[in-house]
């Protein structure tokens, strides 16, 4: 077998996700084997990575339930129109091979080049400049202190944590148990107990703060403002190329516009977003930078 997936596959997978419409990750690599073979999808942390290819790609949305391993998806019904300043398209359906020319082209790969989503690059000169893909970050997120108000949920000093305990460390991107300060850190923690969910908490003990997050997808921006982390521990910009460690998540809404107006998306150890239009970086770091937003 082909260690591609292929348009065919890509159009079987969507279809059985919108046959299960909900379930966990076994249920997604089950449907991952039925739509592509055992072969590709034994290779290691390859439905992993194809899970978050369809997360940015927009193939489906996953989230959890009040921080348990609960997963669901709301697979599209028809191929994906991504209307932007580097416009696209992912096929999956059977009628979209019919409706252009030439084979499909990887828009979503893994770092060893075997592609995730395939579709096709639409002529840029066609601009969308009404469409929500065309607009920056500073322009579609709230200011960081309305996302303090609604994502942080306050706690004191003195409680456990439930479970095991985990730091961040920017440096590495990595999360680590030896990492952990209790006495005088400004971290960012993940804490998981045995067949549970995950929680996330941004701590700055020198400050007196604890906040726990309620939607873990912000636990990373949350801890950028409030633990007044350099830009690199988010993200790395290269000319038009972002770079960002495995294990930093942003937000569906960073992520998709990211993809949307960038030329190719490479999942691995980094996630890399090539060719990015300037436009867009310009956006999220001026969001980002906006130094009234962390007084």
Known sequence: MSREPGIAGQI???ALLRYFQQGDFVS???????ALGDELVSSPYYCADLLLAAQIGGLCDVGSDSGTIKWWWAAHEGDINIRSLRPKQIGVSAEWLDCHKGPPIPLIARSDGVPLMLGARLDTKVTFSTTIFSSGLDQLLPSYKVLESQ???PMALHDDFPGWVEAYCPETGSWEHSAVDMSRGAQLLK???KYSGVSFYVQNIPLGVRVKIKDPSWAFFIAFFLLGWPLASLFRVEGTTLRLWRAVKL???MGRLLFANAQ??????QIVFED???????GALAYLTRTKDRE
């Open 12 to 14: 079987r997978l969507a």
């Open 28 to 34: 997604f690599r089950k449907s991952c084997e039925l």
């Open 151 to 153: 994502l942080c949920e």
């Open 191 to 193: 804490a998981q107990r």
């Open 251 to 253: 937000p569906a809404v």
């Open 264 to 269: 190719l998306l490479r999942i691995g150890p």
């Open 276 to 282: 990015v239009h300037p436009r867009c970086i310009d």
